[in-house]
Protein backbone atom coordinates (compact mmCIF):
# COMPACT_ATOMS: atom_id res chain seq x y z
CA UNK A 1 0.00 0.00 0.00
CA UNK A 2 1.10 3.02 -1.05
CA UNK A 3 1.51 5.98 1.55
CA UNK A 4 2.68 9.57 1.39
CA UNK A 5 2.86 11.64 4.87
CA UNK A 6 3.68 14.85 4.71
CA UNK A 7 5.19 17.05 7.78
CA UNK A 8 6.48 20.21 8.55
CA UNK A 9 4.12 22.89 8.03
CA UNK A 10 3.40 25.85 10.78
CA UNK A 11 2.84 28.97 11.29
CA UNK A 12 5.62 31.42 10.68
CA UNK A 13 5.81 35.13 10.13
CA UNK A 14 6.65 36.92 6.83
CA UNK A 15 9.70 36.49 5.49
CA UNK A 16 10.68 32.90 7.68
CA UNK A 17 11.78 29.81 6.24
CA UNK A 18 9.97 26.13 6.52
CA UNK A 19 10.67 22.88 5.22
CA UNK A 20 8.53 20.69 4.25
CA UNK A 21 9.23 16.75 4.01
CA UNK A 22 6.73 13.86 2.05
CA UNK A 23 7.90 10.60 3.47
CA UNK A 24 6.95 7.45 0.88
CA UNK A 25 6.34 4.03 1.73
CA UNK A 26 4.81 1.19 -0.52
CA UNK A 27 6.18 2.65 -3.93
CA UNK A 28 9.65 2.38 -6.43
CA UNK A 29 10.43 6.06 -5.01
CA UNK A 30 13.34 6.19 -7.11
CA UNK A 31 11.64 5.82 -10.45
CA UNK A 32 8.54 7.94 -9.46
CA UNK A 33 8.53 11.71 -10.27
CA UNK A 34 7.68 13.53 -7.08
CA UNK A 35 5.64 17.03 -6.57
CA UNK A 36 4.55 19.60 -4.43
CA UNK A 37 0.85 21.05 -4.77
CA UNK A 38 -1.02 23.23 -2.72
CA UNK A 39 -4.30 25.05 -2.17
CA UNK A 40 -5.23 28.20 -0.73
CA UNK A 41 -9.05 28.68 1.19
CA UNK A 42 -11.52 29.42 -1.88
CA UNK A 43 -8.83 28.86 -4.89
CA UNK A 44 -7.91 25.71 -7.16
CA UNK A 45 -5.42 23.21 -6.04
CA UNK A 46 -1.98 24.04 -8.05
CA UNK A 47 1.34 22.29 -8.77
CA UNK A 48 4.11 24.28 -7.03
CA UNK A 49 7.39 22.19 -7.59
CA UNK A 50 8.03 18.87 -9.21
CA UNK A 51 11.30 16.89 -9.60
CA UNK A 52 11.41 14.16 -12.02
CA UNK A 53 12.71 10.83 -10.74
CA UNK A 54 16.42 11.97 -12.86
CA UNK A 55 16.02 14.78 -10.43
CA UNK A 56 15.19 17.28 -13.08
CA UNK A 57 12.92 20.47 -11.31
CA UNK A 58 10.15 22.60 -12.35
CA UNK A 59 8.48 25.48 -10.36
CA UNK A 60 5.89 27.94 -10.60
CA UNK A 61 6.70 31.42 -11.57
CA UNK A 62 5.58 32.54 -8.17
CA UNK A 63 8.40 30.68 -5.56
CA UNK A 64 11.17 30.53 -8.13
CA UNK A 65 14.02 31.65 -6.55
CA UNK A 66 12.51 31.17 -2.90
CA UNK A 67 11.61 27.52 -2.87
CA UNK A 68 13.48 24.43 -3.81
CA UNK A 69 12.34 20.72 -4.23
CA UNK A 70 14.74 17.96 -3.38
CA UNK A 71 14.40 14.32 -3.19
CA UNK A 72 16.16 11.85 -1.01
CA UNK A 73 16.30 8.03 -2.63
CA UNK A 74 17.46 6.62 0.53
CA UNK A 75 15.14 7.36 2.88
CA UNK A 76 12.60 7.76 0.00
CA UNK A 77 11.58 11.59 1.03
CA UNK A 78 11.20 14.27 -0.88
CA UNK A 79 11.43 17.72 0.76
CA UNK A 80 10.39 21.52 0.22
CA UNK A 81 12.41 24.35 1.28
CA UNK A 82 10.78 27.47 1.49
CA UNK A 83 12.44 30.50 2.01
CA UNK A 84 11.46 34.24 2.28
CA UNK A 85 8.08 33.09 2.78
CA UNK A 86 4.73 35.55 1.96
CA UNK A 87 1.37 35.73 3.13
CA UNK A 88 -0.26 34.33 -0.11
CA UNK A 89 2.31 30.96 0.00
CA UNK A 90 -0.32 30.11 3.13
CA UNK A 91 -2.13 27.19 1.75
CA UNK A 92 -2.09 23.24 2.16
CA UNK A 93 0.61 21.63 0.65
CA UNK A 94 0.21 17.91 -0.30
CA UNK A 95 2.72 15.91 -1.40
CA UNK A 96 2.23 14.03 -4.51
CA UNK A 97 4.15 10.97 -6.35
CA UNK A 98 3.00 9.80 -10.27
CA UNK A 99 4.21 5.94 -9.90
CA UNK A 100 5.42 3.82 -12.99
CA UNK A 101 3.89 0.15 -13.15
CA UNK A 102 4.80 -1.33 -16.39
CA UNK A 103 2.87 0.60 -19.04
CA UNK A 104 0.78 2.39 -16.41
CA UNK A 105 1.31 5.50 -14.04
CA UNK A 106 -0.55 5.85 -10.71
CA UNK A 107 -0.94 8.85 -8.76
CA UNK A 108 -1.33 9.41 -5.11
CA UNK A 109 -1.83 12.20 -3.02
CA UNK A 110 -0.87 12.45 0.81
CA UNK A 111 -3.14 13.83 3.53
CA UNK A 112 -1.68 17.69 3.40
CA UNK A 113 -0.13 19.96 5.91
CA UNK A 114 -1.09 23.37 7.04
CA UNK A 115 1.19 26.26 6.00
CA UNK A 116 0.47 29.71 7.52
CA UNK A 117 2.50 32.73 6.85
CA UNK A 118 1.39 35.65 9.08
CA UNK A 119 2.75 38.52 11.40
Known amino acids: QVQLVESGGALVQPGGSLRLSCATS????????MGWYRQAPGKQRELVAR???????AYIDSVKGRFTISRDNVKDTVYLQMNSLKPEDTAIYYC?????????????WGQGTQVTVSS
Open 26 to 33: GMVFSASD
Open 51 to 57: ITSRATT
Open 96 to 108: NALVPVGDVTFQY
